[in-house]
T-cell receptor
C-alpha cells in the first residue's frame, strides 16, 4: 500500500530565510503525481505545487520548489524568502490509481518575524 | 468562480445523534471526493463520486456513514448514529475530470465534534 511520511511535525523559519519540508513515500508504481498542499489556519487547503513522476525536472512555482528524488522516493518542498503568509500546515500527498490522494500527517510551519 | 463550499463549518453533536454534512463542488466538476482527518492524524480518503455514481467507496469506515450525490451536483455525508471516534475534520474536494494534472480543489472542511 502506498504511504506518505512527513517526519517533521513542526518547523520554524525566520522571515526571509529558506526552509525545507521533508516528505518520503512508498509506492511500486512508476507513473504517479506528487503534491504539496498548504492549509492556513482556519482556511481551506490549496495546492502549492505538483510533480509528475515521469518528469526529471524539479517543479518550481515562484518561491516554492521541490527536490524530487525518484529513486529515493523523496519529495521535499523548499520555500525561499519565507513570508508571514507562508505560515500554515503543509501536507504532502501522493496520487494513486483511482485519483484518490494519500496524505502525510502534515508539518506545521511557523514563520518568525 | 466559486470554490468548493461545505456546510456547516462546525458541528457539535452527542453520541448517538445523526449529522449530515453537505458539500457543493465547483460548478461543472464531475468528480467529488470526501476525506477526513481525525485526531491530528493523516487526511484519509473516504469516497469518490463521478457525477452521481460512487466510483470508489473503499475508505468508508463502516455502514454508519452514508454518502449521496443526487443529480451529480452537491453531495451529503450522513453519519448515523455518530460515535466519539467520528470526531474530526471532514474535507470535500472536487476535480473537473479524471485526467492529468489530476488537481483536486478542497473545501474549508467541516469540523465534527461528537461528545
Amino acid at each position: 500500500a502506498q504511504t506518505v511520511t512527513q517526519s517533521q511535525p513542526e518547523m520554524s523559519v525566520q522571515e526571509a530565510e529558506t526552509v525545507t519540508l521533508s516528505c518520503t513515500y512508498d509506492t511500486s508504481e512508476s507513473d504517479y503525481y506528487l503534491f504539496w498542499y498548504k492549509q492556513p489556519p482556519s482556511r481551506q487547503m490549496i495546492l502549492v505545487i505538483r510533480q509528475e513522476a515521469y518528469k526529471q525536472q524539479n517543479a518550481t512555482e515562484n518561491r516554492f520548489s521541490v527536490n524530487f528524488q525518484k529513486a529515493a522516493k523523496s519529495f521535499s518542498l523548499k520555500i525561499s524568502d519565507s513570508q508571514l503568509g507562508d505560515a500554515a500546515m503543509y501536507f504532502c500527498a501522493y496520487r494513486r490509481w483511482g485519483n484518490k490522494l494519500v496524505f502525510g500527517a502534515g508539518t506545521i510551519l511557523r514563520v518568525k518575524s | 468562480e466559486a470554490g468548493v463550499t461545505q456546510f456547516p463549518s462546525h458541528s457539535v453533536i452527542e453520541k448517538g445523534q445523526t449529522v449530515t454534512l453537505r458539500c457543493d463542488p465547483i460548478s461543472g466538476h464531475d468528480n467529488l471526493y470526501w476525506y477526513r482527518r481525525v485526531m491530528g492524524k493523516e487526511i484519509k480518503f473516504l469516497l469518490h463520486f463521478v457525477k452521481e455514481s460512487k466510483q470508489d467507496e473503499s475508505g468508508m469506515p463502516n455502514n454508519r456513514f452514508l454518502a449521496e450525490r443526487t443529480g451529480g451536483t452537491y453531495s451529503t455525508l450522513k453519519v448515523q448514529p455518530a460515535e466519539l471516534e467520528d470526531s474530526g475534520v471532514y474535507f470535500c474536494a472536487s476535480s473537473l475530470r479524471d485526467t492529468r494534472p489530476y488537481e483536486q480543489y478542497f473545501g474549508p472542511g467541516t469540523r465534527l465534534t461528537v461528545t
